[in-house]
């Protein structure tokens, strides 16, 4: 086996560990708030959610498009050489770009994971592909224009969207009902619930299962396995299926430490509030995917689940818990990105296959470190609903924390 292909074959298998990854954090999106309000028992909401990724995976191409030409510039779009990689870039460089993109994508999912904070998958993916590419082009391999009109504006304009409709949606619902016994009104929504929280979960596997189906396209492209001008009609079947596996995968694992955040953590919430931030999510997910806008669903929900704290008569949101998420968003792009650059960094300095081994190695290392800090303070569907400890203000149950003091999940 050739260098160039066993990098490429590396970096296929990180990609899915990305998507899988991309899952189990993207879980809470979708049911944390039916998990909260007991319209799912947790097992079944995880099962499906992975069910419903599994379907969306393979409904559009439209944000895998967007991966393969609106983030890198690797290929020459213009001209005789429309096609060709960039001046100075061969196949096997290519590669040990995406590569460390990944694994700076990968990295941080794990670590906000860790700490149970709700970061956008989606932004991590970015950050890393595009630290890695100034590292070995410059900021001529970025394209800005892309990045700032399909990732940047969407991300700020998405959760104060998705806010605003929640919080609409919210008032109107509780306006609506206000001569309904709550007992009743509960019920109903809890209800609802099932079906939103559902649509939620496709529209994800139609968004986020896209964005691991574009990086593969894009190494595909770079080693001259796929046409750049084919990806906007359809992928090889065994890049969908392969990537609709992984998500859904991820996804029935449940990563139960950010559902528990975003269902307990932001706002003690009632079905009524579940339903409105989960269609006002679906509304707002389904609508960028088919625009091919790379949104994250991590932003769109936790916008909603604000939302509907807001949009509530006298309900509370715990504006600190928000507080830490909002520092994570701002820090996903730049530090996914410093590991992206230093990684490839290892790599080119290494050179060849043996680079990107070493770097597999890493990434091996550092997530099996970082799964064994989680089994310490362990959250899963036993106590993901447990009441939120107002002491300590994270994810971890205050039971848990007595017992085994870390500095995993603390202020």
């Given at each position: 086996m050739s260098a160039e292909m066993l990098i490429l074959v590396l970096l296929v298998v990180t990609a899915l560990g990305f998507d899988f990854t991309n899952g189990f954090h993207d879980t809470g999106n979708a049911m944390a708030t039916s998990i909260a309000t007991g319209a799912l028992k947790p097992k079944v909401a995880v099962t499906i959610a992975a069910i419903l990724n599994l379907v969306g995976a393979f409904l559009s191409v439209q944000v895998a498009a967007t991966i393969t030409k609106d983030v890198l510039k690797i290929q020459q779009t213009k001209g005789p050489g429309a096609g060709d990689l960039v001046s100075g870039l061969d196949g096997q460089k290519a590669l040990v770009i995406i590569f460390a993109g990944l694994i700076g994508g990968i990295l941080w999912n794990l670590f906000t994971w860790l700490f149970g904070l709700p970061s956008s998958s989606s932004h991590a993916l970015f950050g890393g592909l595009i630290g890695s590419g100034l590292a070995a082009i410059g900021t001529s391999g970025v394209n800005w224009e892309g990045i700032t009109q399909k990732i940047i504006i969407p991300a700020l304009l998405a959760p104060v969207i998705a806010l605003l409709v929640a919080a609409l949606g919210t008032w109107l619902i509780y306006a609506i009902t206000s001569k309904i016994v709550d007992s009743k009104k509960e019920g109903g929504f809890r209800t609802?619930?099932?079906?939103?929280?559902?649509?939620?979960?496709?529209?994800?596997?139609?968004?986020?299962?896209?964005?691991?189906?574009?990086?593969?396209?894009?190494?595909?492209?770079?080693?001259?396995?796929?046409?750049?001008?084919?990806?906007?009609?359809?992928?090889?079947?065994?890049?969908?299926?392969?990537?609709?596996?992984?998500?859904?995968?991820?996804?029935?694992?449940?990563?139960?430490?950010?559902?528990?955040?975003?269902?307990?953590?932001?706002?003690?919430?009632?079905?009524?509030?579940?339903?409105?931030?989960?269609?006002?999510?679906?509304?707002?997910?389904?609508t960028s995917s088919a625009a091919g806008m790379a949104l994250s669903t991590t932003h769109v929900a936790t916008g909603s689940i604000l939302g509907s704290g807001v949009g509530k008569p006298g309900a509370s949101v715990r504006w600190g818990v928000a507080g830490r998420m909002i520092v994570a968003w701002v820090t996903t792009l730049p530090l996914a990105g410093l590991v992206g650059a230093a990684t490839f960094f290892i790599a080119n300095s290494i050179g060849g296959a043996a680079g990107a081994i070493v770097i597999f190695?890493?990434?091996?290392?550092?997530?099996?470190?970082?799964?064994?800090?989680?089994?310490?303070?362990?959250?899963?569907?036993?106590?993901?609903?447990?009441?939120?400890?107002?002491?300590?203000?994270?994810?971890?149950?205050?039971?848990?924390?007595?017992?085994s003091p870390s500095t995993v999940g603390t202020r």
């Open positions: 609802g619930q099932i079906a939103t929280a559902s649509l939620v979960s496709l529209a994800h596997g139609t968004g986020d299962a896209q964005k691991t189906m574009g990086v593969i396209a894009l190494a595909l492209i770079a080693t001259g396995h796929l046409s750049a001008g084919s990806v906007s009609e359809g992928l090889p079947i065994w890049i969908v299926f392969s990537c609709a596996i992984a998500i859904a995968a991820g996804t029935y694992l449940g990563g139960w430490r950010i559902i528990r955040t975003l269902g307990k953590g932001l706002v003690e919430i009632k079905a009524p509030q579940g339903l409105a931030a989960e269609a006002s999510s679906a509304a707002i997910i389904l190695v890493i990434l091996v290392a550092l997530s099996g470190y970082m799964y064994w800090r989680a089994q310490q303070q362990k959250v899963d569907h036993n106590n993901v609903n447990a009441d939120w400890d107002e002491k300590s203000n994270t994810m971890i149950p205050a039971e848990i924390a007595a017992e």
